[in-house]
């Protein structure tokens, strides 16, 4: 192979792998949650695992972080012992966790009876899921999270597993 060619195939080489970093951050983008989008969230008629209806009433005026979750999502079960920690340390500072199960009543049920969490569990289903993508999850994948403040405004999202670290400062921003 001469200089030409090989000049020629990392120069398309650089170009493929610019297009690659470009695509994924298009990707994994996600939007904040409109104003009719929370909305919704609050008038849905979420129930518990146990099919007890929830009274979102209660959620209002407090920080919320809503993450859409399912079991068997391997990521969104790695995030659950920090949101239960964050639960227990931020509960006097108004924040409450909310986690949507994007998943069957039963698996919620049984995940849960294995991993308890000390936050509000709600029964998301296909409703579930259709409430992320109007909340910004364009792709509709999973794990996602949306920062509410205490006047119903979303402060950010995140599609994808969430650090600690990214937490605590989306929480601050929303104090």
Avoid: H
């Amino acid at each position: 192979m001469n200089r030409r060619q090989w000049m020629s195939i990392v120069g398309i080489s650089l170009l493929a792998l610019l297009a690659g970093v470009l695509t994924s951050q298009w990707i994994y983008r996600s939007s904040l949650a409109s104003d009719p989008a929370i909305e919704a969230f609050f008038a849905n008629p979420w129930q518990g695992p146990d099919g007890k209806p929830i009274d979102t009433q209660q959620w209002k005026g407090k920080i919320l972080v809503v993450n859409f979750w399912a079991s068997w999502c391997p990521p969104c079960v790695e995030e659950m012992p920090i949101f239960d920690k964050l639960q227990a340390e931020l509960s006097s500072k108004n924040v409450l966790f909310v986690g949507i199960g994007i998943d069957s009543p039963s698996n919620i049920r049984q995940f849960l009876e294995m991993t308890p969490v000390s936050y509000p569990i709600v029964i998301g289903g296909m409703e579930g899921s259709s409430l992320s993508k109007q909340m910004g999850n364009a792709q509709g994948a999973l794990p996602y999270t949306v920062i509410i403040d205490a006047k119903g405004k979303a402060t950010s999202s995140k599609l994808g597993k969430i650090s600690e670290e990214e937490l605590r400062s989306a929480i601050k921003t929303a104090l």
